[in-house]
């Protein structure tokens, strides 16, 4: 794995945390009648109200009856699964996929919408709980975290499952929440652990681990393999990270280039030295949603110039409370074949301005074509500083396109 520590120094033991189901988790608290049924969750944002209105005067949440809840059956629309409960993985359902999809796959699994306000508070509240025990964390999103043990007490003991059971309990005890936590000498590793003993598991791999624990892994366990890479190795006979391991470092730069096949060599032997970053600094943000029918550009002009306005409002709302500003904006469009497109220019200029970005955004769209319909709009602004920084201040430059050739048809919103 990588270089072994210093013969004075700690091993190095980096964890992986990583919440169960957490939406889907979270919901269970506020509905503890659902426990053990297949739920999904998804299809829209809950307002307070919905999740109330039919409650009895003096009743609780916990007391609406489960014939009460809708039915994933019952479902139209274009909606998405944001997570499910365990019951409901039982039936091939999973994230990202389909809700009209999933009723077939399980009809019977109640659907509720998302509440991100609520999921906002647990997710602070249960990494509170964390950098009290141990402070060296790295946020990866609203239900994952990574933690360096290395030097916390407790960190080395037992290969860091003292540490690591101490903290599941501390964010039981918290939130009602259960976590599964996977300890390794790296992050790679450790994040392939946490997926070990999934729910509410502790894996830890130690420095001689690596043929046991990990080659025998398919090749998409490791982080940063996606389905292209994997069908091209699969067509070369290389299915699990043991296989990948035996090639040769100069073959495999040979047939997927010099950064990709360098990388897929360091991580079959399960190599990274990547730090446990504290403090990081957003790349881009971004706006989108998805209609709940097919808009066309003609068709619709209107309401698809009022929602491109609205997306561009609220994202400039997001970097001024955010405190950042960006040259980059582009714009994301999914047409009704699923097919995406992509365009971004580059302005001279940083800006977190509403008018600006929705400017600027039209004329990428420009450089799309708009015939057919769309499930989708979307905006973003990159190339970010933090406003009043030298860099957000510095005089204006030329302005550089990054976008590719213009199509012919032109935007209409």
């Not at 520590?5 to 091993?11: M, R």
């Not at 109200?49 to 014939?67: H, M, V, Y």
């Not at 309401?303 to 980059?328: N, P, S």
């Not at 004329?363 to 708009?370: D, E, F, I, N, Y």
């Amino acid at each position: 794995m990588s270089s072994p520590p210093s013969s004075t120094g700690p091993i190095r033991r980096i964890a992986h945390l990583d919440m169960d189901a957490f939406y889907a988790s979270v919901e269970l608290l506020r509905y503890p009648q659902l426990k053990g049924l297949p739920v999904v969750i998804g299809g829209g944002r809950r307002s307070v109200d919905e999740a109330i209105r039919n409650l009895p005067e003096g009743g609780a949440l916990a007391d609406i009856p489960i014939e009460a809840f809708p039915r994933l059956k019952d479902y139209a629309g274009r909606g998405v699964i944001t997570t499910a409960t365990y019951p409901a993985r039982q039936f091939g359902i999973g994230s990202a996929m389909g809700l009209m999809k999933a009723a077939k796959l399980c009809p019977q699994a109640l659907i509720l919408p998302v509440d991100f306000d609520e999921y906002r508070r647990f997710s602070r509240a249960f990494k509170q709980v964390i950098l009290e025990i141990a402070p060296l964390m790295e946020d990866r999103g609203v239900d994952e975290v990574y933690i360096d043990f290395t030097d916390v007490p407790g960190g080395q003991r037992d290969g860091g499952r003292s540490l690591a059971r101490l903290i599941q309990k501390s964010i039981l005890d918290a939130t009602g929440l259960t976590c599964s936590i996977g300890v390794a000498p790296n992050k790679l590793i450790a994040k392939m652990a946490s997926e070990f003993n999934k729910p509410n598991g502790i894996s830890v791999v130690h420095e001689g681990d690596l043929e046991s624990h990990i080659w025998p892994l398919p090749c998409r366990k490791v982080n940063g393999i996606g389905p292209k890479a994997d069908e091209k190795l699969k067509r070369f006979g290389i299915e699990t990270v043991g296989q990948l391991a035996a090639r040769d470092r100069d073959w495999l730069i040979q047939n997927f280039g010099k950064a990709t096949g360098a990388w897929m060599h360091e991580v079959s032997w399960g190599r990274d030295d990547r730090p446990v970053v504290t403090e990081s600094e957003p790349v881009s943000m971004s706006r989108e949603t998805t209609f709940d029918r097919d808009l066309h550009a003609v068709r619709d002009r209107a309401e698809l110039g009022a929602i491109f306005t609205h997306l561009c409002e609220k994202l400039a709302e997001d970097l001024q409370r955010k405190g950042y500003v960006g040259k980059t904006i582009g714009i994301k469009l999914r047409y009704d074949d699923f097919k995406i497109a992509t365009r971004d220019q580059t302005i001279d200029h940083f800006t977190a301005d509403g008018k600006t970005i929705r400017q600027v955004g039209g004329q990428c769209l420009k450089r799309v074509p708009l015939e057919r319909p769309l499930r989708l709009l979307g905006v973003r602004v990159g190339a970010l500083a933090k406003a009043g920084s030298p860099e957000a201040l510095a005089p204006p430059g030329a302005v550089r396109s990054t976008t590719e050739p213009a199509a012919t048809t032109a935007s209409l919103f």
